[in-house]
Protein backbone atom coordinates (compact mmCIF):
# COMPACT_ATOMS: atom_id res chain seq x y z
CA UNK A 1 0.00 0.00 0.00
CA UNK A 2 1.21 3.46 -0.73
CA UNK A 3 1.03 6.41 1.71
CA UNK A 4 1.79 9.95 1.67
CA UNK A 5 3.92 10.98 4.26
CA UNK A 6 2.73 15.12 5.27
CA UNK A 7 6.04 16.96 6.59
CA UNK A 8 6.46 17.26 10.26
CA UNK A 9 7.24 21.15 10.16
CA UNK A 10 6.95 23.33 7.32
CA UNK A 11 8.36 27.38 6.71
CA UNK A 12 5.56 29.29 5.15
CA UNK A 13 7.03 32.65 2.93
CA UNK A 14 4.79 35.93 3.16
CA UNK A 15 3.42 35.36 0.35
CA UNK A 16 1.58 32.38 1.23
CA UNK A 17 0.81 33.70 5.17
CA UNK A 18 -0.99 36.58 3.06
CA UNK A 19 -2.84 35.03 0.63
CA UNK A 20 -4.27 32.58 3.55
CA UNK A 21 -4.72 35.41 5.43
CA UNK A 22 -6.54 36.91 2.41
CA UNK A 23 -8.44 33.72 2.05
CA UNK A 24 -9.54 33.58 5.36
CA UNK A 25 -10.95 37.29 4.90
CA UNK A 26 -12.39 36.04 1.60
CA UNK A 27 -13.97 33.14 2.70
CA UNK A 28 -15.34 35.30 6.21
CA UNK A 29 -17.28 37.52 3.27
CA UNK A 30 -18.56 35.19 1.02
CA UNK A 31 -16.58 35.89 -1.66
CA UNK A 32 -14.89 33.30 -3.64
CA UNK A 33 -11.06 32.75 -3.29
CA UNK A 34 -8.64 32.92 -5.83
CA UNK A 35 -7.05 30.12 -6.65
CA UNK A 36 -3.93 30.92 -4.89
CA UNK A 37 -5.77 31.87 -1.71
CA UNK A 38 -7.59 28.74 -2.08
CA UNK A 39 -4.49 27.31 -2.45
CA UNK A 40 -2.00 28.70 0.30
CA UNK A 41 -5.38 28.19 2.74
CA UNK A 42 -5.77 24.13 1.72
CA UNK A 43 -2.13 23.80 2.73
CA UNK A 44 -2.26 25.36 5.82
CA UNK A 45 -5.35 23.81 7.12
CA UNK A 46 -4.14 20.82 6.04
CA UNK A 47 -0.99 21.15 8.24
CA UNK A 48 -2.56 22.51 11.24
CA UNK A 49 -5.21 19.66 10.48
CA UNK A 50 -1.84 16.83 10.63
CA UNK A 51 -0.40 18.72 13.77
CA UNK A 52 2.42 19.90 11.38
CA UNK A 53 4.36 22.62 12.94
CA UNK A 54 4.27 26.22 10.95
CA UNK A 55 7.20 28.43 11.28
CA UNK A 56 7.47 31.75 9.70
CA UNK A 57 10.33 34.60 9.75
CA UNK A 58 10.94 37.28 12.62
CA UNK A 59 9.93 39.62 8.98
CA UNK A 60 6.54 38.20 9.47
CA UNK A 61 5.48 38.53 13.17
CA UNK A 62 4.09 41.91 12.40
CA UNK A 63 1.35 39.80 11.34
CA UNK A 64 0.23 38.35 14.82
CA UNK A 65 0.32 41.88 15.74
CA UNK A 66 -2.48 43.39 13.68
CA UNK A 67 -5.43 44.56 15.43
CA UNK A 68 -7.33 43.52 11.77
CA UNK A 69 -5.97 39.82 11.45
CA UNK A 70 -6.44 39.20 15.17
CA UNK A 71 -10.31 38.39 14.73
CA UNK A 72 -10.18 36.55 11.44
CA UNK A 73 -7.02 34.67 11.78
CA UNK A 74 -6.61 34.20 15.32
CA UNK A 75 -7.31 30.41 14.77
CA UNK A 76 -4.86 30.52 12.09
CA UNK A 77 -2.24 32.35 13.51
CA UNK A 78 -1.87 30.74 17.05
CA UNK A 79 -0.32 27.93 15.10
CA UNK A 80 2.57 30.00 13.75
CA UNK A 81 6.09 29.84 15.58
CA UNK A 82 9.02 32.07 14.61
CA UNK A 83 12.50 31.39 13.75
CA UNK A 84 15.07 33.08 14.77
CA UNK A 85 18.71 33.67 13.03
CA UNK A 86 20.92 30.63 13.50
CA UNK A 87 24.36 30.64 13.71
CA UNK A 88 25.24 30.33 9.81
CA UNK A 89 21.96 32.19 8.83
CA UNK A 90 23.30 35.73 7.14
CA UNK A 91 26.77 34.07 5.76
CA UNK A 92 24.35 31.31 4.12
CA UNK A 93 22.02 34.11 2.78
CA UNK A 94 24.54 36.12 1.40
CA UNK A 95 26.04 33.21 -0.11
CA UNK A 96 22.69 32.14 -2.02
CA UNK A 97 22.59 35.85 -3.25
CA UNK A 98 25.89 35.75 -4.64
CA UNK A 99 24.68 32.75 -6.51
CA UNK A 100 21.81 34.36 -8.47
CA UNK A 101 18.95 33.44 -5.82
CA UNK A 102 16.98 36.53 -4.78
CA UNK A 103 17.20 38.01 -1.43
CA UNK A 104 14.03 36.65 0.01
CA UNK A 105 14.45 33.56 -1.69
CA UNK A 106 17.63 32.98 0.24
CA UNK A 107 15.83 34.31 3.22
CA UNK A 108 13.65 32.07 3.31
CA UNK A 109 15.97 29.17 2.19
CA UNK A 110 18.26 30.19 4.96
CA UNK A 111 15.74 30.07 7.65
CA UNK A 112 15.04 26.79 6.29
CA UNK A 113 18.60 25.26 6.65
CA UNK A 114 19.56 27.67 10.34
CA UNK A 115 16.81 28.52 11.51
CA UNK A 116 16.69 27.98 15.19
CA UNK A 117 13.45 28.00 17.82
CA UNK A 118 12.70 28.94 21.66
CA UNK A 119 10.51 25.83 21.92
CA UNK A 120 12.13 22.73 21.88
CA UNK A 121 13.17 21.14 19.57
CA UNK A 122 15.53 23.94 19.38
CA UNK A 123 16.74 23.69 16.07
CA UNK A 124 13.95 23.17 13.50
CA UNK A 125 13.63 20.13 11.99
CA UNK A 126 12.02 21.63 8.91
CA UNK A 127 10.55 19.05 5.72
CA UNK A 128 9.54 21.24 3.94
CA UNK A 129 9.44 24.68 2.98
CA UNK A 130 5.70 26.29 1.46
CA UNK A 131 6.61 29.24 -0.91
CA UNK A 132 4.01 30.95 -3.14
CA UNK A 133 6.34 32.21 -6.22
CA UNK A 134 4.53 34.86 -7.89
CA UNK A 135 7.46 35.94 -10.26
CA UNK A 136 6.72 31.82 -11.82
CA UNK A 137 3.25 32.28 -11.52
CA UNK A 138 3.35 35.35 -13.83
CA UNK A 139 5.94 34.30 -16.50
CA UNK A 140 3.99 30.77 -16.85
CA UNK A 141 0.19 31.75 -17.17
CA UNK A 142 -1.10 28.45 -18.14
CA UNK A 143 0.34 26.37 -15.37
Sequence with gaps: MSTI???TSCL????????????????????????????????VRALIA??????????LWHLRERPANLTIAS?????LRVLRP????????????????SHEDALILSYASFGVTTQPPHYL???SCSVYDQSHELSHPHR
Design 5 to 7: SLP
Design 75 to 79: PFLAY
Design 86 to 101: GRYLKRWGRRLTEEGF
Design 12 to 43: LDKSVVREALRGLVRETLGVPLLPRQGTSLGV
Design 125 to 127: RNR
Design 50 to 59: YGGLLYITPE
